[in-house]
């Protein structure tokens, strides 16, 4: 973004205060604006004809310093790119990472359709949502034109996941994006043999290509200017991901360099990056080794830059430490990370149903929530305010006290007496201490729940309902 | 970064020029201008304030054409009055046949400016201790493993001991079935056969509510694990506020000059006791806070000022949390700190230490299965909890952590192979990735 300011982005505003953007005034909208949570086109009034020019000025001074681009097409196409800092709190990172899982074109095709269906599916819930992954990157080892193409229209018949079509042979991936027509896939790799080729059939095709320069930063500019004197800015940085000793660290530096320019404002070298973790398993042979240090790899290059990278091992254990390093670079620092406190109904609960007290940290909160509802726990769960702190360090922060649950249950109308019928709270194991206060405080009889919500159920099959005294 | 300058300055800088076309401009009271990136600010006052300042504009516009600057095609062309140059239709894809040359350049960071302090762990014989080696943490002018400045020390591990069996995941404990009744055997497991850099004794079972364990006795097994292994090590205790500055004043006492890391002094305790200790005894302290960067700086600042620790005896716990489980908070937190330590914010340029052991704590790690039916197969959980602590101990890594408290010897091997590589100490057979897209895997 070339402006920081927003007034520097309210003179280019209508400046009539029509609230038309549900902001209250242009200023207040120019202000989203810089902190990017609210889009240009949000101000109708601006695309009228008559601001044009201001408009297309305006659009051009808030583009983000590292160019944004999209891959796929209809509603799993992917954004990559488009940030503005390097470290995360000075504003947030934009657009997580993309994890492309690689097939390749000598598979067979049971075996295709199967890992295709794989990644497509993998889902793991996380806080409110399901961390799942985005892509699948055909690699052709065959480098037969007519086998990769097989494989490409198996993989879209299959999926509607964005694809990266990957061999550096020019036919090949001519074969691939004739049978994925408008499916603007992602090409790889244009290098310094090829380029001219793949570059015009970036063109002629009219999608995204990768530029891949292994280890030569030179050559990656080059290549970049290059493409885009020749007409096409859709363009993906590879510097090369080598996997080990002293060639990693370089890596590590490349990428490291390659952003730093693009955000200090050079525009010939301002695009997403890739990053190809692949390459462990050319490091290693052993399975579990060469996951390992994939999982590694992607890791670092999640944090330090790569917008995008392709990746070979589908074991869980790679796979949900991936998703969630990539979810905790890219949670926005802005964003508070609670649920409205109150009472939750959590399946069809009735009069003898248990009534759960947990607090409105999101993390907690769904976490609770989930292990309930999948294991088909009727109940009533309260969040409990206490301003978006989780259990153990709201007790020790004061936050989550005898007082605060009696006013959260009485604030949602509920009456333990009579809208129960065992006058019966169950607190959080990480809670224990607050049982004597509670029980004093609300009147009602209080239970002490295991110490993670993974293990209501069982506790539930032991204790519940509870024995009359 | 906030820019601050005043209105009435400018007129200041205008005085040696002799101009008199200010003399138009009256700035009545002063305003002081907070540039930052992004907020709010009242639409009313940034409507006077831009008001002012485009009126001081035109006559600053005004002296620069009379000292010979074009400020009128300035103007034009910054608010889109005069000529425009048309957009040009896209010629048609010029054929290009070499390809234009460029050449790629970065600057490195120019403020930072401030070395993070070192901080020497062990002491030899030469230094009145009994220690084989020393570990010296700190010393960056940088980012971790960036172009911008060598880094000086590799990072370090240091592994977990306790002195009574303790609750742990399943996988961890196969590790340490053998040794889990003697802290000395333990020791000397992490070390011979774990590859660990240093041992760390907590003394966990002196807390009141386990089994309330003397000073005194807690500090023999303090000896006892100093004769069992010669790297040095760090002491903790059980983390009960009112016993720990007894447990770790006796601890102190029985390791004088063997520069142990106390851990740790921390805003809730009695800090003070725990500083004077290591003052006393030669050691160095933990400084522990809960993911709060203003936290962090009020305690080295009372240790440095009002209990006299010299810098080059204070290293920083900021805290860990899991990934998935606030890591997202203590890698922001820990970055925030060595970018201010680095920009010459003097009471955060400590090396840092983190309880990577913490990872284990996500039930990702530990837990058979998810108890999730809609989740896809977690896999088997002996794998996961491995990855999960490398991944935790990787990501704050790069945020500028310097130590690292481990449990599994798999994490702690892995951990080390690539923070060492970042560091660019391991030599591996270089690889050819040119046609990596063809590999057989
Ligand atoms: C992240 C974190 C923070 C973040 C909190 C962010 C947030 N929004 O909550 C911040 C930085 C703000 C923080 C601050 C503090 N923290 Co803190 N923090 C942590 C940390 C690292 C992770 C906590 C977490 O998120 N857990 C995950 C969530 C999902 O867990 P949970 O809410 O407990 O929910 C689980 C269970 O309780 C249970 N459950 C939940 N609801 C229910 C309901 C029922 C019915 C049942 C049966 C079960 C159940 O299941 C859930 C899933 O497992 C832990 C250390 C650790 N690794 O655990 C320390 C920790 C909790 N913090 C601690 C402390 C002391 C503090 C501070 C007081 C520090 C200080 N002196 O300033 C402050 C207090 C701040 C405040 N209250 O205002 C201590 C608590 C010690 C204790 N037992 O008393 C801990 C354990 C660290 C430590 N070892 O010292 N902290
Ligand atoms: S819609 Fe546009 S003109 Fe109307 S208030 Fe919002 S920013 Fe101003």
Not at chain 2, 55 to 66: E, V, Y
Not at chain 2, 335 to 345: F, H, K, N, S, V
């Amino acid at each position: 973004m070339k402006i920081n300011s927003p007034l520097e982005a309210y003179k280019f505003l209508p400046g009539t205060n029509c609230m038309e953007c549900g902001e209250k005034t242009c200023m207040a909208f120019a202000a989203h604006l810089i902190d990017r949570s609210k889009k240009l086109t949000d101000c109708t009034p601006i695309l009228d004809a008559k601001f044009k020019k201001k408009f297309t000025d305006l659009d051009q001074l808030l583009a983000p310093e590292i160019r944004e681009i999209e891959i796929g097409a209809g509603e799993k196409v992917v954004k990559i790119g488009g940030d503005d800092v390097l470290y995360r709190h000075k504003l947030t990172f934009f657009n997580q990472t993309k994890f492309a899982y690689d097939v390749w074109d000598t598979m067979n095709e049971k075996d295709l359709v199967e890992r295709v269906k794989y990644i497509q599916d993998f889902k793991k819930f996380y806080v409110g949502d399901f961390l799942t992954v985005d892509m699948v990157a055909i690699r052709s080892t065959s480098n037969d034109p007519k086998k990769f193409a097989a494989a490409v229209k198996k993989v879209v018949e299959t999926t509607d996941l964005p694809i990266i079509l990957c061999s550096f042979n020019a036919e090949v991936l001519k074969a691939g994006l004739e049978v994925s027509k408008g499916k603007n896939p992602l090409l790889y790799a244009a290098n310094k043999d090829n380029w001219k080729e793949v570059a015009e059939l970036a063109l002629e095709y009219d999608v995204p290509v990768t530029l891949f320069a292994p280890n030569d930063l030179d050559l990656l500019k080059s290549m970049a200017k290059t493409f885009a004197e020749m007409g096409t800015e859709k363009l993906v940085l590879d510097p090369g991901t080598f996997p080990t000793g002293k060639q990693l660290k370089q890596t590590f530096n490349n990428f490291t360099k390659v952003r730093r320019a693009g955000i200090d404002g050079d525009r010939e070298i301002a695009y997403p990056i890739m990053a190809v973790p692949f390459t462990a398993w050319m490091a290693h042979d052993d399975p579990v080794s060469a996951s390992y240090w994939e999982t590694v790899v992607a890791s670092v290059f999640t944090i330090k830059y790569g917008d995008i990278m392709i990746l070979h091992s589908t074991e869980p254990y790679a796979m949900l430490p991936e998703l969630h390093i990539r979810d905790t670079i890219y949670t926005d620092p802005r964003k508070p990370v609670s649920v409205d406190p109150g009472m939750y109904k959590v399946g069809e609960p009735t009069a003898d149903s248990p009534v759960l007290v947990t607090t409105n940290f999101a993390l907690t909160y769904y976490t609770v929530e989930s292990d309930i509802s999948s294991n088909k726990i009727d109940c009533y769960l309260w969040a409990i305010d206490t301003d978006g702190i989780g259990v153990e360090a709201a007790v020790a922060g004061g936050q989550l006290t005898a007082a605060k649950i009696k006013k959260g249950i009485d604030g949602s109308g509920f009456d333990l007496k009579k809208d129960t019928s065992h006058n019966t709270i169950i607190l959080p194991g990480l809670a224990a201490r607050l049982q004597g206060d509670v029980e004093d405080e609300t009147g009602a009889n209080v239970m002490i729940g295991p110490a993670d919500s993974g293990r209501i159920p069982g506790w539930m099959e032991k204790n519940w309902p509870p024995q009359k005294k | 970064m906030t820019k601050k300058m005043k209105l009435s300055q400018l007129s200041d800088m205008l005085q040696d020029l002799n101009v008199e076309s200010l003399e138009g401009v009256t700035i009545e009271g002063d305003i002081e201008l907070n540039i930052t990136g992004g907020g709010g600010l009242n639409p009313a006052l940034a409507y006077a304030i831009g008001s002012e300042i485009s009126q001081i504009s035109l006559h600053m516009a005004n002296i620069g054409r009379i000292l010979g600057f074009p400020a009128e095609q300035l103007f034009a062309s910054a608010f889109g009055l005069g000529e425009m140059p048309q957009p040009q239709a896209l010629p048609a894809s010029p054929k290009i046949q070499e390809l234009l040359a460029s050449k790629f350049e970065v600057a490195k960071i120019d403020n930072w400016k401030n070395p993070i302090q070192e901080v020497t762990l062990g002491a030899t014989s030469a230094d009145g201790g009994s220690r084989k080696s020393t570990v010296t943490l700190g010393g960056e002018n940088a980012l971790p493993y960036y172009f911008d400045a060598e880094m000086p020390h590799r990072n370090y591990i240091t592994m977990d001991v306790f002195d009574m069996p303790i609750n742990m995941a399943k996988s961890v404990k196969g590790n340490y079935e053998d040794v889990i009744n003697d802290p000395a055997e333990w020791a000397k497991k992490v070390v011979r056969e774990f590859n660990a850099d240093m041992v760390t004794i907590h003394l966990i079972s002196t807390d009141p509510l386990i089994n309330d364990t003397s000073a005194k006795e807690a500090a023999k097994v303090v000896e006892d694990v100093l004769q069992a292994v010669d790297v040095p090590i760090v002491i903790g205790g059980s983390g009960n506020p009112e016993k720990d500055p007894e447990v770790l004043e006796k601890a102190a006492e029985v390791a004088e000059g063997e520069r142990v890391l106390l851990a740790s002094a921390s805003l809730n305790l009695d800090y003070e006791r725990i500083a004077k200790a290591a003052i006393n005894h030669g050691h160095v302290v933990l400084s522990w806070t809960q993911l709060e960067i203003n936290a962090q700086k009020e305690l080295n600042r009372k240790l440095m000022k009002q209990c006299n620790v010299p810098r080059d005896s204070i290293i920083m716990d900021p805290t860990t949390a899991a990934l998935g489980y606030g890591l997202d908070y203590a890698y922001t937190n820990m970055e925030r700190i060595r970018l201010a330590g680095l920009m010459g914010d003097d009471e955060l340029t400590f090396p840092m230490s983190s309880g990577t052991t913490n990872a284990w704590g996500a039930r990702e790690a530990w837990m058979v299965s998810s108890p999730l039916k809609q989740d896809s197969d977690w896999g088997p959980r002996e794998y996961r909890g491995p990855i999960w602590e490398i991944v935790t101990g990787l990501a704050l890594s790069l945020a500028g952590n310097d130590m690292f408290m481990m449990m599994h010897p798999t994490s702690v091997q892995v951990l080390k192979e690539i923070t060492q590589t970042l560091y660019g100490s391991i030599e591996a057979e270089e690889i050819d990735i040119t046609n990596w897209i063809g590999a057989e895997v």
